[in-house]
């Protein structure tokens, strides 16, 4: 598991130019499905079929949905002594940004670092405020003439950030936001191989939640499920964060109410979690959330929607940080809530 996600992390899969990423999601969900495929904008979908006990069954089908995009930055400008000048893709923190190491993806990749004028020859005050992202640049150190030669406009930059063991089984790292949730989507499938189950089962690593959950928009569309669960991430408690906006790092996976999600299946949900023991926590979401849960719920003519989501803190930046057991303990809950779908599972979606 952990070595999975080290890997997605190392590979470039920025909002809107996924197909590496995606090749990698569906040759690793190939292992567990019946069937995988890949559409036009490299949405991923792992179809996984229960046994239904009886010929009239009607099956119920549920769509698993973790985005595979990350944040990340694109050149806008080569000045002439051949620093980048450049762009966000996505809701990228600028606060982060001076002395970040860098990937530019030219005609070949290189190696680049953020940087801004020095605290030393700036005028008073200005080293106190924050450096906007059209005045930093990016040294590739080497000569305009090489850099033209091998970057062009339009070009992708990603941040520098492995996979790193803190204490215990936290981690950190970049794009945790969402590739965490994508290894939680196979986690499900090993969990869905050792139960008795009657879904049909579609695990999607979508594409371009970042820039507004477009790849959610087309795959529930395509999949016409009855039943969506979104998985992303949520803040973690930090010291400087209030305890109402924020998760503990320990106390198991969050599920979200609201009226973005649907109330009567949030409330099985839960109770089945309760059944086996396994602890959540409740955020309150009043307003449509920023996942992919907003364009699941409405999707054709409605489908009742689960959104369960990872405590992460430093969100957004190269150093986002998680518990490992969180991706066990929301991939053992969401195998057992698919098994506890049995004859008469219609009536869990009226109010």
């Not at 371009?208 to 991430?233: C, L, M, N």
């Not at 955020?283 to 999707?299: F, K, L, N, Y």
Request: hydrophobic fraction near 40%; aromatic fraction near 6%; include cysteine.
């Amino acid at each position: 598991m952990r070595e999975f996600l080290a890997e997605l992390m190392e590979i470039p899969g920025v909002s809107g130019y996924e197909e590496q990423t995606a090749n990698r999601v569906a040759d690793e969900f190939s292992r567990y499905c019946d069937e995988v495929r890949t559409d036009s904008f490299f949405n991923v979908y792992g179809i996984k079929k229960g046994t239904a006990v009886k010929e009239d069954y009607i099956r119920p089908k549920v769509m698993l949905a973790a985005h595979m995009d990350e944040i990340a930055l694109m050149v806008r400008d080569i000045d002439e002594k051949g620093f980048l000048r450049f762009t966000s893709i996505g809701g990228v923190d600028q606060r982060i940004l001076p002395a970040q190491e860098v990937s530019v993806h030219g005609r070949k990749k290189l190696h680049g670092i953020i940087c801004t004028l020095p605290p030393h020859l700036q005028e008073a005050g200005e080293s106190q405020k924050v450096m906007k992202m059209k005045d930093m640049c990016i040294d590739l150190g080497m000569p305009a003439d090489k850099v033209k030669e091998l970057v062009r406009v339009g070009d992708l930059i990603t941040f520098i950030s492995p996979l790193v063991s803190m204490q215990g089984s936290l981690v950190n790292g970049k794009s945790l936001d969402d590739r965490a949730s994508v290894v939680l989507l196979v986690e499900v499938m090993k969990e869905l191989d050792r139960l008795q189950y009657q879904a049909e089962v579609v695990c999607v690593a979508t594409v371009q939640e970042e820039v507004g959950t477009r790849g959610a928009i087309i795959s529930s569309y395509s999949t016409e499920p009855d039943i969506g669960i979104a998985i992303d991430v949520t803040h973690g408690e930090t010291p400087d964060a209030s305890k109402e906006d924020t998760h503990p790092m320990d106390k198991g996976v969050v599920v979200c109410k609201g009226p973005n999600m649907h109330p009567g299946l949030t409330d099985k949900f839960l109770d089945v979690a309760k059944e086996f023991g396994m602890e959540c926590l409740i955020e309150i979401e009043p307003r449509p959330t920023g996942t992919d849960a907003r364009s699941i719920q409405i999707s054709r003519s409605g489908v009742p929607t689960i959104l369960l989501a990872i405590p992460l803190r430093y969100m957004h930046t190269t150093v986002e940080t998680m518990n490992m057991e969180h991706i066990k303990s929301g991939a053992r809950l969401i195998a057992l809530f698919i098994a506890s779908l049995k004859e008469g599972w219609q009536e869990w979606l009226k109010y």
